[in-house]
Each structure stands twice: as C-alpha cells, then as structure tokens.
C-alpha cells in the first residue's frame, strides 16, 4: 500500500547551523508533497509544499526538493533559530484512485534547535 | 480568526461511552477531512466530504465510528461505545482543492 518513510527522527541543531529532513515515498504516480510543522498541543501547520512538476520551491529559509525519480524529497531550513523547534512531518498525495486528496503522512521528525 | 475550528479540545470518557466531536471548516473550503494521530506517528486518514457526501472511507473507521456533514458546512465525527484504543488526537482539515489542506487545532480524547 502506500508509504512515506521520513528520517530522522530526531534532530539536534545548534542555533544558525542548517536542518535537512528526507522522506520517501512508495507510490510513483504521487503528485503533490506538502510539509507541516507542528507544536506541541497544537494542529500541523503547513509551511511549504510542492508539487510533481517542479524539482525546487524556496520560501525564505524554507526550501524543499524534489527527485520523482528516487521517489524522495526533502526539506531544508538554514540560519535555524528556536522559534524552529517542532516536529516536522512529510506528507505524499497518491494520485490513483485519490479524487479526494487524502495525504499519507510521515513519522515525523523532531527537530530541535539550541541556542 | 478564519482558520479550521474543532470543539472541543479535550474530551475525557469512560470505555463504552459515545463522543461526538465538531469541526468547522474554513468558510470557503468544500472538502473537509478527519484524520486521527496517536503519540509519535503522523496523522491517518479517516474518511473524506466534498460538500455534504461522504466520498471516501479509511479502513481505519470501524462500525463505530461515524461522520456527518449535513449541509455541506461543519462536520461531526461521533464514536460509539469508545474503547481504549480509541485514545488519540483527532484532526480535521479542510480544502479548497485537492491540494492544500488545512488543520484545525485537534480534539484530543482519552478514554479511561
């Protein structure tokens, strides 16, 4: 069935240094790769997305890229401050048979970022 | 604030009791979603309405669990006779497409 593996799990950072997060994905027809922060107590936040047909999105220190052929993505933070401390979870959107748009999440990452 | 509403945030219920929870979308968002996400996992989807129908379900809803969206507005998500493993954050996001969605704050649910 489908499946998306994220790595790491946990991710120690010191303050100003860069974050990379990788997550596969098992359905090659997928066409769209959001990613979402969350904090404790509270609902994901999407932060980024992308979709099947561009290999890059940047939006300020957020990057995310993607290689359709590995059937992988990942995502970037530089200059990384506190504020950045969350768990972050990969997210794929398996086109067949998916007129809805249900995701399938990853395990999530939990970054934290030392001052 | 215009983002996902749930109702309520935390719910505590003895095993065998039923729950009812409430979403309420982003007011221009057609398609609503429930997912339900346990300690240190990803969310997991349940079911799926585009307006008022219920266009798909997760194996993961059993003969319990139920969910309505009369009028195509807010959503409900009721589960009968709560077991155990019923405890978990339940999330609901809505869309305007088949792309971004957006997540409400959850209601978590214990059941003791």
């Known amino acids: 069935g489908e499946n998306v593996e994220q790595h790491p799990s946990t991710l120690s950072v010191q303050e100003g240094d860069s974050a990379v997060i990788k997550c596969t994905y098992s359905?090659?027809?997928?066409?769209?790769f959001p990613w979402y922060k969350q904090e404790l107590g509270k609902g994901p936040q999407l932060i980024i997305d992308?979709?099947?047909?561009?290999g890059e999105k940047k939006d300020q220190r957020i990057a995310v890229t993607l290689n359709k052929t590995a059937k992988h993505f990942s995502l970037h933070i530089t200059e990384t401050q506190p504020e950045d401390s969350a768990v972050y979870f990969c997210a794929a959107k398996p086109s067949l048979g998916n007129q809805g748009g249900k995701l399938i999440f990853g395990q999530g990452t939990e970054l934290s970022v030392k001052p | 604030d215009t983002g996902v509403s749930q109702d309520p945030r935390h719910k505590i219920t003895k095993r065998g009791q039923n729950v009812t929870f409430r979403c309420d979308p982003i007011s221009e968002h057609n398609r609503l979603y429930w997912y339900r996400q346990t300690l240190g996992q990803g969310p997991e989807f349940l079911t799926y309405f585009q307006n008022e129908a219920q266009l798909e379900k997760s194996r993961l809803l059993s003969d319990r669990f139920s969910a309505e969206r009369p009028k195509g507005s807010f959503s409900t998500l009721e589960i009968q006779r709560t077991e155990q493993g019923d405890s978990a954050m339940y999330l609901c996001?809505?869309?305007?497409?088949?792309?971004?969605?957006?997540f409400g704050p959850g209601t978590r649910l214990t059941v003791t």
């Open positions: 992308i979709r099947s047909n561009v």
């Open positions: 996001a809505s869309s305007r497409t088949t792309y971004e969605q957006y």
């Open positions: 359905d090659s027809a997928s066409n769209y």
